[in-house]
């Protein structure tokens, strides 16, 4: 298409949206510059592909008046974390965009510069996909690639009894960001600067997949998963798959200085920030004996991890002490579920 069109104009057919995608491929000679209708990939020597699909959908996932370089980000970031969680190296992704009307040139440009952002950060091509047109909202589909070394991935089942349970970076930004990019009164409400508002919506906006924390999730971790639907959810998720009781000490959770100043003006919204989700940080589980070599190793590739708590024997249920040591009041919803 004719790249000199005005932002506004409107993208003419399909195989124009391939035209503006098809730079992403470069670096990835198997994605034949989106030419065919298959891409082809050889793992590494000596490796297994790890395979990860998270759509995101306008109105649940993002919001009608973010950028298109925010929501090619995040859909991008949100399957990218799944990969690090696991120990896994990206590769390439595979793309289904369904539109619910023909976009228009100065939003493809801004979505073509986020995902070339994000594959840039995160060391992956687009390698193919699709796009159509349907009704409903707008939604992304995307299918991550990664690779591990063969028989090293770690798994969300395999935590054990005697377990120390770690999270990184902190919880509960993303939440509050949502919350400020729905309402901006908020900020004000909670006391918060400028600058740490913008940080909270970012940190909804655009999650930042810890992929510097793949080899010390390989060398040391018992079990690992990311934590997107609220760390109260996940955490409960990884006891049952692994059929193990897990216990998580409130007052250790991490939080920014941000959050702390709104948790500040209303303690209570502490059962909030663990369950609201969208935190995109990776929950494992480490032996003691290895506990302080995981955490050495996170610090030494740049991402702080803290112990929040400890696998139990039992069965899989979980125990939560408050900050006062009483048990913790949750919400009747622990965290987010699409049904």
Same mark, same amino acid.
């Given at each position: 298409m004719d790249r000199r069109a005005p932002p506004d104009a409107v993208v003419s057919g399909e195989e124009a949206i391939i035209a503006l995608l098809a730079p992403l491929t470069q670096g990835s000679p198997g994605a034949f510059g989106l030419k065919d209708d298959c891409a082809l990939l050889a793992p590494p020597p000596d490796t297994e592909l790890v395979l990860k $699909?998270?759509?995101?959908?306008?109105?649940?996932?993002? #919001?009608?008046? &973010?950028?298109?370089q925010d @929501?090619?980000?995040?859909?991008?970031?949100?399957? /990218?974390?799944?990969?690090?969680?696991?120990?896994?190296?990206?590769?390439?992704?595979?793309?289904?965009?369904?539109f619910p009307a023909a976009p228009t040139v100065g939003w493809m440009t801004g979505f073509v510069e986020g995902l070339q952002a994000a594959q840039t950060w995160f060391g992956c091509h687009l390698m193919g996909g699709d796009t159509d047109r349907r009704p409903g909202p707008l939604t992304i589909a995307? $299918?991550?690639?990664?690779? @591990?070394?063969?028989?090293?991935?770690?798994?969300?089942?395999? +935590?054990?009894?005697? &377990?120390?349970?770690?999270v990184s970076g902190t919880i509960g &930004?993303?939440? %509050?960001?949502? *919350?400020?990019?729905k309402t901006a009164a908020l !900020? $004000?409400?909670?006391? #918060?600067? &400028? +600058? !740490? +508002?913008?940080? %909270?919506? *970012?940190?909804?906006?655009?999650? *930042?997949p810890r992929l510097g924390l793949a080899a010390a999730l390989r060398q040391y971790a018992s079990a690992a998963m990311d934590i997107s639907d609220g760390l109260i959810k996940d955490l409960e998720r990884m006891g049952r798959a692994s059929g193990v009781a897990s216990r998580l000490v409130a007052a250790d959770v991490p939080l920014s200085n941000p959050a702390r100043r709104v948790m500040a003006r209303a303690p209570e919204r502490l059962a909030e920030l663990l369950t609201a989700g969208d935190d995109y940080e990776v929950l494992? $589980? /480490?032996? *003691?004996?290895?506990?302080?070599?995981?955490? +050495?190793?996170?610090?030494?590739?740049?991402?702080? /991890?803290?112990e929040i708590g400890g696998m139990l024997p039992g069965p899989p249920v979980l125990s939560i002490a408050g900050p006062s040591g009483g048990p913790l009041a949750l919400p009747e919803r622990t965290g987010w579920d699409h049904f």
């Open positions: $699909t998270d759509p995101v959908a306008e109105g649940i996932h993002f #919001l009608p008046g &973010d950028s298109p @929501v090619a980000w995040k859909a991008l970031a949100v399957n /990218v974390s799944d990969l690090a969680a696991k120990g896994a190296a990206p590769l390439g992704y595979l793309m289904a965009v369904s995307i $299918t991550a690639i990664g690779s @591990v070394p063969r028989g090293r991935m770690v798994p969300r089942t395999t +935590a054990q009894a005697g &377990d120390a349970l770690f &930004d993303a939440g %509050l960001g949502l *919350q400020l990019a !900020e $004000t409400a909670w006391g #918060l600067s &400028d +600058a !740490e +508002a913008s940080y %909270l919506r *970012q940190r909804y906006r655009r999650p *930042q494992a $589980t /480490v032996p *003691q004996d290895k506990a302080r070599l995981f955490a +050495a190793a996170a610090k030494a590739a740049g991402i702080a /991890v803290t």
